[in-house]
């Protein structure tokens, strides 16, 4: 694990260009200088400190990287001094959120559920400071310096399998998920409803690879799906993607491929898709807001549609204009509320 030092007006950083896929991003590796005396020092002690735990690397190009861009985004809007913590494993968050509340932190954000446990441990020790937690669903019973944001995945998958349907030519639909929890559940129930709601009769393999970020396990389970005969693959998978791309392009054309967080076309243009786009500075910046105003805790709920928190990514690529069409109105009728997708987590139907 990495922690950076914080990071505030009149610092210098050392930037450098992250290889990514979601557009021109920085890196704020460098040591932070702080400000001292006068108008400066007071400027200081009344700035929002806002930290993030990520748990990957922020050059990952997926989840941790638009995990760093939203938290620098979001901050800079606000005019608050920001940190993060990169490759943070479970067992160590504990300490390290603990770390920011001790150095004087206002807010801090868990990217990643998996956090939310120690996040529940370390908050009511702090009622001072406020905790960002992600969730598939709002909780009964809700800590009052918790904001909770409900990341909605299942929503952007039902127009991803609903593509799928449409793009097929086999018949054959795969997926391909790291760990089975609640929102990967819902993820591939989604899909089966699109399926359906499409008229199709095109039927979904599921696999679960253990890992969300084992590139060499999510290569072999592509392969297996490939070999069974199905040509289009949604993945629900991190850094494995990138064993993803190398079975889809040695398979060649006829054989596409989905995403989620960011774009993918670079990696595999002959085979790609689109991709599930999130945009986590939306939420944080809300969030942010309403917490300078005043609100320490609360719940949002991350919106899909164009210049929301999600979003299909469009123009679709390697399909036809027919099928663009066709899945940018279903896209549009699902961010307009007219698509009742059933949001069911607890157990996947056939």
Known sequence: ?????????????????????????????????????????????????????????????????????????????????????????????ERVLTEYCVAGFDIIWVHGSQFNG?????GPEYPDVTFI???DSEPADKLPNFWYMDRNFYTGFYVL???????????????????????????????RQAIRDVGSDAVLDYLYIGDFNDPVKTRQAAEGLIANGIDVIISSVNLGNYGLYNAAKDAGEGVYITTKYTDKTDLAPDNFLTSDLFDFKVPLTEILGRFIDGEKGGFLYLDYGDGMARATQFPIRNVSDAVNAQVRE?????????VNIVRNQQEILD
């Open 1 to 93: 694990m990495r922690s950076t030092t914080c990071r505030e007006q009149g610092g210098n950083m050392k930037k450098l260009q992250v290889l990514a896929l979601v557009g021109i991003l920085v890196l704020g590796l460098g040591a932070t200088a702080f400000a001292t005396g006068g108008e400066e020092e007071a400027a200081a002690e009344t700035q929002v400190k806002f930290a993030a735990l990520l748990p990957g690397s922020i050059q990952d190009a997926d989840y941790n990287t638009i995990g760093y861009v939203a938290l620098q985004e979001a901050g800079q809007a606000h005019g608050a001094q920001t940190a993060y913590s990169e490759k943070v494993a479970v067992p160590d968050a």
């Open 118 to 122: 120690a996040a529940a441990k370390v």
């Open 133 to 135: 937690i992600e969730v």
């Open 161 to 191: 399998g609903s593509l799928a349907a449409l793009t097929t030519e086999t018949g054959k639909i795969g997926y391909i998920g790291g760990l089975e929890l609640p929102f990967t559940r819902a993820e591939i129930n989604a899909i």
């Open 330 to 338: 279903i896209a549009t009728a699902v961010a307009a509320g007219e």
